[in-house]
C-alpha cells in the first residue's frame, strides 16, 4: 500500500477487533493493484512481509472468490474484483448521472473529460472519457493524484479546514517527491522535476501556490492545471454542487499544449464546461433515489468453501470483502443492522469487518451508519478498468481448450467481416491455424452469422445485398434467400455451425457473447477438422461447454462494464 494512499496515521493503534485476515488481504490486494494488476507470489512475500503460507493461503481464498486468479506462480487480478469498486460507484450515483453528460461534453470539445471526487489531501477519478490521440491521456477510474498537482485539488482544497490543511502539509514532508502516487511520474526532491529542477516532470509552485491557487479557485469557481502533472499536460476544472451547495466532484477537460496554452483552454472551453456543470446538477436536483431492495446471504456461500478447502480458506477475508458489496444504488448508508442482513453474517461479525475497514480508510461512519469511501477503488480498480473484452475472454477459452481440446477464439464484427481478438489454440499436430488480426467474411463463418443474426432484421438484409457473396468452398451458403433464412434459424437456436462452407475440412460452432444490454458484442468458437467429431457430436459433447464459456465472458462483461466502456481488443 502506499503511503500517500494510507488513511492510517504513523503509529496508529490497530482496533483490538480489527480482523487480521482481513487486513492482510486487503495488504495483498493493494500490492497487486500497484503493480499493474499482476504480481509474484515471491514478490508479495517481500513487499507485504507476509510469511510464504499466509500469502498462498490468501491468494487461495481470493481465487475461490474470484478476484484473482493463479496463473503459475503469479496471482493475476481478475474483473469480478471490479464488483467491490462498483459497489462504491454505484452508491455514489456520480458516475450513472453524470457520466452521459461527461461523455457527451468530451465529444462536443474533442478533449478528453474526467469526473473526479476528493479523498483526502487527493483527488480520485471516477469516471474518464479519453479521446484516442497518439498524445492521449492515461489516467484510469480509481487513480490517486496529489491535490496539489491538479486541476480538481484547488476547488476541494477550498473546503479544507485547518485539519486537512496540517495533514496535506504532513504528507508533503514525508513523500516530498510524491512516490506515494504511482499514477503519476514523481516530482524532484525540492518539489521540482525529476533532477530537482523547476522544468522537469510535475513542476511544483510550493506550499504558498497552492494556497494561493485555492484562493483562487474559491473566488473564481474554476481552476487550471499548467502542467503540474507533466509538461505539455493542461486542465481545466470546474466543480460540481449538489442541491445542498456542497461541490461532489469536479469536472475535468484535458489537452496538450500542441493544442492549447493554459490560458487558451480557458477562454475556449470554460463556457461550454460551466454550461455541462449547470446540465450536471440540474440532473442532481432532478434525480431521485429509488429504494434498492435488500439482498440477503451474500456471504453464505463462504460457509461451504471452508468445508471444502479447509485451513487453505480464510472465511474472515472473504466474509470481510463480501461486507462491501452489501453496499450499492440506493444502499449508499447503511447500518451495522442491514450489513448483518444483507450478508447473512453476525452482527458481531459484521461489525468487526467494518471497524477494519474504518481503521484502514475504505468505510466511514457517522451517526451509526457506514458508507464506502473512494479508497475502495484502489483494490484493482485502476488496471482492472483498462480491461478489454480479449482480456477478459482469453481466461475461459483456456478452460474451454481444456476441455474440448480443440482451439477456441473470439471475434467481433468489423464492417461485413469477422476480426479475431483473442485465440487459444490446441495442441494438436493438426489443428487450426488462425492469429489474432484475421479476418473472414461473416457470412461464411459460424461467428459473423451469430453476430449478423443478432442484427435487427432490415439491418441484416441490408448487409447481405452490399456483400459480395462468394463462394469460398464447394459447400459455402450464398444465396441471400438461403442466407437469410439460416440467420432467422441462428437468432432461434442461439449458435451457428459452419461445415467445410469457410475452408474444406473445417467444422466450426458458435455462440454469441452478449453486454450487459443484451446486445451480442462478440461471439465464441470452437474450432476442429471435420474428422474430429460428427456434428451430432458436435452439438452434444461442444455446444454445452461453449455456452457455458459465453456465460462465463458476460458474467464478467457485466461487472467490467458496469461503469467502464470494455474496447474489443
Same mark, same amino acid.
Given at each position: 500500500?502506499?503511503?500517500?494512499?494510507?488513511? #492510517?496515521?504513523?503509529?496508529?493503534?490497530?482496533?483490538?477487533?480489527?480482523?487480521? *485476515?482481513?487486513?492482510?488481504?486487503?495488504?495483498?490486494?493493494?500490492?497487486?493493484?500497484?503493480?499493474?494488476?499482476?504480481?509474484?507470489?515471491?514478490?508479495?512475500?517481500?513487499?507485504?512481509?507476509?510469511?510464504?503460507?499466509?500469502?498462498?493461503?490468501?491468494?487461495?481464498?481470493?481465487?475461490?472468490?474470484?478476484?484473482?486468479?493463479?496463473?503459475?506462480?503469479?496471482?493475476?487480478?481478475?474483473?469480478?474484483?471490479? /464488483?467491490?469498486?462498483?459497489?462504491?460507484?454505484?452508491?455514489?450515483?456520480?458516475?450513472?448521472?453524470?457520466?452521459?453528460?461527461?461523455?457527451?461534453?468530451?465529444?462536443?470539445?474533442?478533449?478528453?473529460?474526467?469526473?473526479?471526487?476528493?479523498?483526502?489531501?487527493?483527488?480520485?477519478?471516477?469516471?474518464?472519457?479519453?479521446?484516442?490521440?497518439?498524445?492521449?491521456?492515461?489516467?484510469?477510474?480509481?487513480?490517486?493524484?496529489?491535490?496539489?498537482?491538479?486541476?480538481?485539488?484547488?476547488?476541494?482544497?477550498?473546503?479544507?479546514?485547518?485539519?486537512?490543511?496540517?495533514?496535506?502539509?504532513?504528507?508533503?514532508?514525508?513523500?516530498?517527491?510524491?512516490?506515494?502516487?504511482?499514477?503519476?511520474?514523481?516530482?524532484?526532491?525540492?518539489?521540482?522535476?525529476?533532477?530537482?529542477?523547476?522544468?522537469?516532470?510535475?513542476?511544483?509552485?510550493?506550499?504558498?501556490?497552492?494556497?494561493?491557487?485555492?484562493?483562487?479557485?474559491?473566488?473564481?469557481?474554476?481552476?487550471?492545471?499548467?502542467?503540474?502533472?507533466?509538461?505539455?499536460?493542461?486542465?481545466?476544472?470546474?466543480?460540481?454542487?449538489?442541491?445542498?451547495?456542497?461541490?461532489?466532484?469536479? #469536472?475535468?477537460?484535458?489537452?496538450?499544449?500542441?493544442?492549447?496554452?493554459?490560458?487558451?483552454?480557458?477562454?475556449?472551453?470554460?463556457?461550454?464546461?460551466?454550461?455541462?456543470?449547470?446540465?450536471?446538477?440540474?440532473?442532481?436536483?432532478?434525480?431521485?433515489?429509488?429504494?434498492?431492495?435488500?439482498?440477503?446471504?451474500?456471504?453464505?456461500?463462504?460457509?461451504?468453501?471452508?468445508?471444502?478447502?479447509?485451513?487453505?480458506?480464510?472465511?474472515?477475508?472473504?466474509?470481510?470483502?463480501?461486507?462491501?458489496?452489501?453496499?450499492?444504488?440506493?444502499?449508499?448508508?447503511?447500518?451495522?443492522?442491514?450489513?448483518?442482513?444483507?450478508?447473512?453474517?453476525?452482527?458481531?461479525? @459484521?461489525?468487526?469487518?467494518?471497524?477494519?475497514? /474504518?481503521?484502514?480508510?475504505?468505510?466511514?461512519?457517522?451517526?451509526?451508519?457506514?458508507?464506502?469511501?473512494?479508497?475502495?477503488?484502489?483494490?484493482?480498480?485502476?488496471?482492472?478498468?483498462?480491461?478489454?473484452?480479449?482480456?477478459?475472454?482469453? *481466461?475461459?477459452?483456456?478452460?474451454?481448450?481444456?476441455?474440448?481440446?480443440?482451439?477456441?477464439?473470439?471475434?467481433?464484427?468489423?464492417?461485413?467481416?469477422?476480426?479475431?481478438?483473442?485465440?487459444?489454440?490446441?495442441?494438436?499436430?493438426?489443428?487450426?491455424?488462425?492469429?489474432?488480426?484475421?479476418?473472414?467474411?461473416?457470412?461464411?463463418?459460424?461467428?459473423?452469422?451469430?453476430?449478423?443474426?443478432?442484427?435487427?432484421?432490415?439491418?441484416?438484409?441490408?448487409?447481405?445485398?452490399?456483400?459480395?457473396?462468394?463462394?469460398?468452398?464447394?459447400?459455402?451458403?450464398?444465396?441471400? @434467400?438461403?442466407?437469410?433464412?439460416?440467420?432467422?434459424?441462428?437468432?432461434?437456436?442461439?449458435?451457428?455451425?459452419?461445415?467445410?462452407?469457410?475452408?474444406?475440412?473445417?467444422?466450426?460452432? @458458435?455462440?454469441? #457473447?452478449?453486454?450487459?444490454?443484451?446486445?451480442?458484442?462478440?461471439? #465464441?468458437?470452437?474450432?476442429?477438422?471435420?474428422?474430429?467429431?460428427?456434428?451430432?457430436?458436435?452439438?452434444?459433447?461442444?455446444?454445452? /461447454?461453449?455456452?457455458?464459456?459465453?456465460?462465463?465472458?458476460?458474467?464478467?462483461?457485466?461487472?467490467?462494464?458496469?461503469?467502464?466502456?470494455?474496447?474489443?481488443?
Amino acid at each position: 500500500m502506499t503511503p500517500a494512499d494510507s488513511a #492510517v496515521p504513523a503509529g496508529a493503534v490497530v482496533p483490538t477487533e480489527a480482523v487480521g *485476515p482481513l487486513m492482510r488481504g486487503i495488504a495483498v490486494l493493494r500490492e497487486i493493484s500497484d503493480a499493474g494488476g499482476r504480481a509474484s507470489l515471491s514478490d508479495l512475500v517481500r513487499t507485504t512481509g507476509l510469511a510464504r503460507s499466509t500469502a498462498d493461503r490468501i491468494a487461495a481464498t481470493l481465487a475461490r472468490m474470484g478476484y484473482l486468479r493463479l496463473d503459475g506462480h503469479s496471482a493475476v487480478l481478475t474483473p469480478r474484483l471490479m /464488483e467491490l469498486g462498483n459497489a462504491y460507484l454505484a452508491s455514489l450515483r456520480l458516475p450513472g448521472l453524470l457520466g452521459p453528460l461527461a461523455e457527451q461534453l468530451a465529444e462536443e470539445l474533442d478533449e478528453s473529460v474526467s469526473l473526479a471526487v476528493p479523498d483526502r489531501d487527493g483527488i480520485r477519478f471516477v469516471h474518464q472519457t479519453t479521446r484516442r490521440r497518439a498524445m492521449s491521456l492515461t489516467f484510469r477510474i480509481g487513480d490517486l493524484l496529489p491535490a496539489e498537482r491538479t486541476a480538481p485539488g484547488p476547488l476541494f482544497a477550498a473546503d479544507w479546514d485547518e485539519r486537512a490543511w496540517v495533514r496535506w502539509r504532513e504528507r508533503r514532508a514525508a513523500d516530498p517527491e510524491d512516490r506515494g502516487f504511482p499514477a503519476v511520474p514523481p516530482r524532484g526532491p525540492d518539489g521540482g522535476g525529476p533532477d530537482g529542477g523547476s522544468d522537469g516532470d510535475g513542476p511544483d509552485d510550493g506550499e504558498a501556490g497552492f494556497e494561493t491557487r485555492t484562493a483562487q479557485a474559491a473566488e473564481q469557481g474554476w481552476a487550471l492545471d499548467d502542467q503540474l502533472i507533466e509538461p505539455g499536460l493542461i486542465a481545466l476544472a470546474v466543480p460540481v454542487r449538489g442541491p445542498d451547495g456542497s461541490v461532489l466532484c469536479a #469536472v475535468s477537460a484535458v489537452s496538450h499544449t500542441s493544442r492549447h496554452s493554459a490560458d487558451s483552454l480557458r477562454r475556449a472551453l470554460l463556457p461550454r464546461v460551466r454550461e455541462a456543470v449547470a446540465a450536471m446538477e440540474r440532473a442532481l436536483r432532478e434525480a431521485r433515489t429509488a429504494p434498492a431492495a435488500a439482498p440477503a446471504g451474500l456471504a453464505d456461500w463462504t460457509t461451504a468453501s471452508k468445508q471444502q478447502l479447509g485451513a487453505e480458506f480464510l472465511e474472515s477475508l472473504a466474509r470481510g470483502l463480501t461486507v462491501l458489496t452489501a453496499f450499492g444504488e440506493g444502499r449508499a448508508e447503511l447500518t451495522l443492522s442491514a450489513v448483518a442482513e444483507a450478508t447473512g453474517l453476525a452482527r458481531a461479525t @459484521a461489525r468487526r469487518a467494518l471497524i477494519t475497514f /474504518e481503521h484502514l480508510g475504505y468505510v466511514s461512519a457517522r451517526d451509526r451508519t457506514f458508507r464506502l469511501t473512494p479508497r475502495v477503488l484502489a483494490l484493482g480498480y485502476p488496471p482492472l478498468s483498462r480491461t478489454t473484452l480479449s482480456d477478459i475472454a482469453t *481466461p475461459h477459452l483456456v478452460t474451454l481448450v481444456k476441455k474440448v481440446h480443440d482451439s477456441a477464439s473470439l471475434a467481433v464484427l468489423t464492417g461485413d467481416d469477422i476480426q479475431y481478438t483473442a485465440r487459444v489454440a490446441t495442441g494438436r499436430v493438426m489443428s487450426v491455424n488462425i492469429t489474432l488480426g484475421t479476418r473472414f467474411p461473416a457470412y461464411a463463418a459460424s461467428m459473423g452469422r451469430v453476430l449478423l443474426a443478432d442484427l435487427a432484421p432490415a439491418e441484416r438484409v441490408a448487409r447481405l445485398a452490399r456483400t459480395e457473396l462468394r463462394a469460398l468452398t464447394p459447400r459455402t451458403v450464398t444465396g441471400p @434467400a438461403e442466407l437469410a433464412t439460416l440467420l432467422e434459424r441462428v437468432e432461434r437456436e442461439g449458435y451457428a455451425l459452419v461445415d467445410e462452407e469457410l475452408e474444406e475440412g473445417l467444422r466450426s460452432l @458458435a455462440v454469441p #457473447v452478449r453486454d450487459r444490454t443484451g446486445r451480442a458484442v462478440a461471439a #465464441v468458437n470452437v474450432a476442429m477438422h471435420s474428422s474430429r467429431r460428427s456434428v451430432e457430436r458436435c452439438l452434444r459433447e461442444v455446444l454445452p /461447454e461453449l455456452r457455458c464459456t459465453a456465460e462465463a465472458i458476460e458474467a464478467d462483461l457485466r461487472i467490467a462494464g458496469r461503469f467502464t466502456r470494455i474496447p474489443s481488443a
